[in-house]
């Protein structure tokens, strides 16, 4: 659902976020591994001990820090599409999130002003991949109440683990000396402690990525020719597009590059299930052919839920533009981690309208079957068949699927800011070359958090010339 301008400027909107100061924002771009508790706030102390305590769990086996390990970025330490819960016979829905950079996001709002300051408001803000937790506080019940997730019974039985646990002291002196006596009280304090650790902690928004090296100017941070043919590509309206949603400039609270604008829109991810040939790990919710992962109109939050089914409504199948810092260290991607590399993302955004053959299943057809490439998810094509595209969408919401460039045209719609309607005609050319994807990820290869400048640069390789 793009109401969006097209980057015309696009070149030197890029050399604008090359050049701009933008060091008020991220602190020192430092990491500091998780232990700097002489920085933090009681709170957050509270909030560290508890994130990393797997006493919260009805297992007492699983920790946030088991799903968000700030090895890789506080996302998941492993590439399966969806993490297993607490009890080992449960797995979650989505796939889970890093953890970074997660601080300037807004509540949800309908209507949330874009932080481009161009495009119209829309749909933006809030925590998951559908917005539906207001704050990092608020979120925290989520997993600890989930039996798919952390499988507590209930608040009591997570406020228990706390009284029971090492930092029961800590918990009286950060929150008062009476915080067990209500059970209600001290489970919301604990979500502020949590909230406290992700927001103060300096691990949680390092700054330190070869990127960061180069917009605030350091020695040793200079991109190499591939680096910054990618970035061109990102910011280019006709080619990736990428920064019409990942948005790459100053947000409302100051922060910088955090390739997202907070918005929603439906790209139509493959349904992540057994009609993909031999699929790692498929989710299990998808066994069952009634069960869509909808997004903003559910199943997780019910005010866009259409009132009946087969009506369509434009904010199903959408999803949070999620923000790209550490990208490169994920194995799963999407919200239904239905893609395991960088390499199948990028050609899913060329190719999803041009080869809807190479992602979504297909039935019918004749004649000896194809090989398609091998990033695809389908490996095989019989010429003729007919492709089930959308098909994690009921048939009457994917209307709702974006058209903006690279997926579609970009053209079409009712809107005078860009965005699009008009899908790409199957068989015609796809908006990026292999050369211009090969470059996008080397770009997004800057964006990974602690790049150590090397003591002599490469010379040659992929990502360099
Ligand atoms: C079993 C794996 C698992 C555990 C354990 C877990 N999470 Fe998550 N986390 C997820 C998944 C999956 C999502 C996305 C869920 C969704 O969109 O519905 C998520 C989303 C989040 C988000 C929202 C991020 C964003 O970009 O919107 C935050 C914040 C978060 N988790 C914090 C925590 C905290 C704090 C804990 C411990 C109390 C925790 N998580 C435990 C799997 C997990
Ligand atoms: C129309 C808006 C839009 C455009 C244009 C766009 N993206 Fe996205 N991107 C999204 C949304 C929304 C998602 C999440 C989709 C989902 O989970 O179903 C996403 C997901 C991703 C992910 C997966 C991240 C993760 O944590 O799983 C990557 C990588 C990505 N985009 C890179 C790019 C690149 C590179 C480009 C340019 C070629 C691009 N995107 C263009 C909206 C957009």
């Known amino acids: ?26 602190g020192t771009p430092t990491v500091a591994p998780p232990g700097n508790a002489a920085k933090l706030s009681l709170a957050a102390q509270v909030g560290q001990k508890a994130f990393f305590d797997k006493n919260l769990s009805g297992g007492k086996n699983m920790a946030c820090s088991g799903c968000h390990d700030p090895q890789y970025a506080y996302g998941p330490p492993n590439s399966l599409s969806v993490q297993l819960g607490s009890d080992p016979a449960q797995s979650g829905a989505r796939a889970v999130p890093s953890l970074r950079y997660r601080e300037s996001t807004p509540a949800y709002d309908d209507h949330a002003a874009n932080p481009d300051g161009v495009t ?40 228990q683990a706390v009284q029971n646990g090492s930092y029961a002291d800590l918990f009286e002196q950060a929150f008062g000396a009476d915080v067990f006596a209500d059970t209600d009280t001290a489970f919301a304090d604990l979500g502020t402690a949590i909230q406290a650790f ?38 280019s309206s006709a080619v990736g597009n990428c920064s019409a949603c990942h948005y790459a400039g100053v947000n409302f609270a100051g922060n910088q590059g955090l390739m997202t604008d907070f918005t929603y829109q439906a790209l139509g991810a493959p349904r992540n299930d057994k009609s993909i ?32 089914l087969g009506t369509p409504d434009p904010y199903c199948g959408q999803f ?53 490439p091998s990033w695809a998810l389908q490996p095989t094509y019989v010429p003729g068949a007919t492709v089930a595209r959308f098909n994690d969408l009921p048939a009457d919401e994917q209307g709702s699927v974006d058209e903006e460039v690279p997926l579609g045209t970009g053209e079409g719609g009712d ?10 005609a199957a068989g015609s050319a796809p908006a990026m070359t292999e050369q211009q994807m090969s470059d996008l990820i080397c770009f997004l290869n800057t964006l990974s958090d602690g790049y150590q400048v090397p003591e002599t640069a490469p010379t040659s390789g992929t990502c360099v010339n």
């Open 1 to 26: 659902m793009g109401k969006r301008l097209p980057l015309g400027t696009a070149i030197g909107a890029a050399l604008l976020a090359l050049t701009a100061c933008g060091g008020g924002s991220g």
């Open 120 to 159: 119209l408001a829309s749909a933006g803000g809030g925590f998951m991949w559908d917005g539906r937790a207001a704050s990092m506080a608020e979120q925290v019940a989520l997993p600890l109440l989930n039996p798919l997730e952390m499988n507590n019974a209930s608040k009591a039985d997570v406020v």
């Open 198 to 235: 992700e927001t103060e902690d300096l691990s949680f928004h390092p700054y330190s990525s070869k990127y960061d090296l180069n917009i605030y100017n350091k020695i040793g941070g200079t991109l190499t020719a591939a680096e910054m043919r990618g970035l061109v590509v990102f910011h």
């Open 277 to 308: 040939p031999g699929n790692p790990d498929p989710i299990p919710a998808n066994d069952d052919p009634a069960y869509y992962d909808m997004g903003l109109c559910g199943p997780y939050r019910s005010d866009h839920t259409p009132a009946e």
């Open 320 to 372: 949070k533009v999620p923000v790209l810092r550490n990208v490169a260290t994920r194995g799963a991607f999407f919200h239904n981690g239905v893609f395991h590399s960088l390499v199948q993302v990028l050609h899913f955004y060329n190719t999803r309208d041009t080869h809807p053959e190479y992602w979504y299943p297909a039935s019918g057809g004749s004649g000896t079957a194809q090989d398609n």
């Open 415 to 424: 809107n005078t800011l860009g965005g699009g309607t008009q899908a790409r």
